[in-house]
């Protein structure tokens, strides 16, 4: 293969037999096939995502999901015991915690991804 780069650092590989020659075009310049691996890396690290957020901050980012009305239903719906303690701590804690298994028991009724529950805490992380 040979390696290209346009102006924005984009990459494009090509045959090295020469059959996609034409399609190599004037903006683009040969790089090293180091260079093409470094550029293909992804510029961000991974979303660090954090295990417990504020509550406030998970309802306000709830809310503005369009989850929270689910969310508070559940809760409501849930019996006994059970049910008693999550009322509670639904009111009362001051932070969420994603390993509970009220968290737990909720992501799989609402239902929610991984990646969709990933990105509301780490919305949640990130409210002032």
């Known amino acids: ?5 346009n102006s924005a650092n984009a990459v494009y590989a090509f045959e090295a037999d020469g059959s996609q020659d034409a399609f190599i075009g004037p903006e683009l310049v040969s790089i090293s096939v180091a260079e093409a691996e470094a550029l293909s ?9 954090p295990r417990i957020v504020p509550m406030l901050n998970a309802q306000i ?3 503005r999901a369009g989850k929270l009305t689910r969310v508070e239903n559940l809760i409501q719906a849930m019996s006994g015991q059970a049910g008693i303690e999550a009322r509670i ?3 009362r804690a ?19 991804t991984e990646e969709e529950t990933d990105c509301l805490f780490a919305e949640a992380a990130a409210l002032p």
């Open 1 to 5: 293969m040979k390696y290209f780069k």
């Open 41 to 49: 890396q992804p510029l961000t690290p991974p979303l660090a995502v």
């Open 61 to 63: 980012v709830l809310s």
């Open 89 to 91: 701590t639904w009111a």
């Open 94 to 112: 001051q932070t969420v915690d994603r390993d509970s298994d009220l968290v737990q028991t909720l992501i799989a009724e609402v239902p929610l």
